[in-house]
């Protein structure tokens, strides 16, 4: 059964470093997406990315954060300059956009800690 | 009132019985709604989606009730694999993309 893949599985990072997480999405899927789980809250959608753009984000997703595709099967969330508050959990999710539900499937996520 | 609201529990039910989950959303014109299973520290796992008249997925019922703005998810005989934190979702009118996540009812079923 295919899946949504990401790398890496932790990342620990200094405070005003820049990371860079990345995820594979299930390859005949069109929309992708970022969402955040900080510990012990619920999960918080950041971005959807379809047809090389950015198509909705929310109030977290703010100038530190970007996503890129940068070829035809790696989907990336960067930030820019990390504070201790964006250590959560970051799942990448992907749709396939067709059928008028928007069924979503999330990878593993990567845990980001900030020191 | 919360977009998404759930009991969070945690429901301790013993292997074999029946358990029910209920959620309510705030905005009515909401058209996407769907059960997805959270295990401790894992990814959020689409359970099933919710349809206008119910649906059924072996021992799992979900029911939707517009009126009352609920969405109701049935575990029967239920197995220690069920034990999990259950999110009820939904998806917004005003956005064709963004998933809205309540914060989970826990369930622990024992032996």
């Known amino acids: 059964e295919p899946e949504v893949t990401q790398t890496p599985s932790h990342q620990v990072t200094q405070m005003g470093q820049e990371v860079i997480l990345r995820c594979v999405p299930i390859?005949?899927?069109?929309?992708f997406y970022w969402y955040r789980q900080i510990l012990g809250q619920k999960v918080e959608f950041l971005v959807s990315f379809y047809n090389n753009e950015i198509s909705e984000k929310s109030e977290i997703f703010d100038d530190q954060f970007s996503v890129e595709r940068p070829d035809g099967s790696n989907f990336t969330l960067k930030i820019r300059s990390t504070k201790l508050e964006d250590s959560a959990m970051y799942f990448c999710?992907?749709?396939?956009?067709?059928?008028?539900?928007?069924?979503?499937?999330f990878g593993p996520g990567t845990r980001l800690t900030v020191l | 009132r919360k977009e998404v609201e759930q009991d969070p529990g945690p429901f301790n039910v013993p292997e074999g019985a029946t358990v029910a989950f209920n959620c309510t959303y705030s905005?009515?014109?909401?058209?996407?709604f769907f059960w997805y299973r959270q295990d401790c520290r894992k990814e959020p796992k689409l359970l099933m989606s919710v349809y206008s008249s119910g649906n059924e997925d072996g021992r799992f019922t979900a029911q939707l009730n517009r009126a009352s703005q609920y969405i109701s998810l049935l575990i029967r005989v239920s197995k220690l694999c069920d034990s999990a934190t259950y999110l009820c979702?939904?998806?917004?009118?005003?956005?064709?993309?963004?998933?809205?996540f309540g914060s989970g009812t826990r369930l622990l079923v024992r032996p």
């Open positions: 979702v939904v998806n917004p009118p005003d956005s064709s993309y963004k998933l809205i």
């Open positions: 999710a992907s749709s396939p956009g067709t059928g008028g539900r928007n069924e979503q499937f």
């Open positions: 390859s005949n899927h069109l929309y």
């Open positions: 905005n009515s014109a909401s058209q996407s």
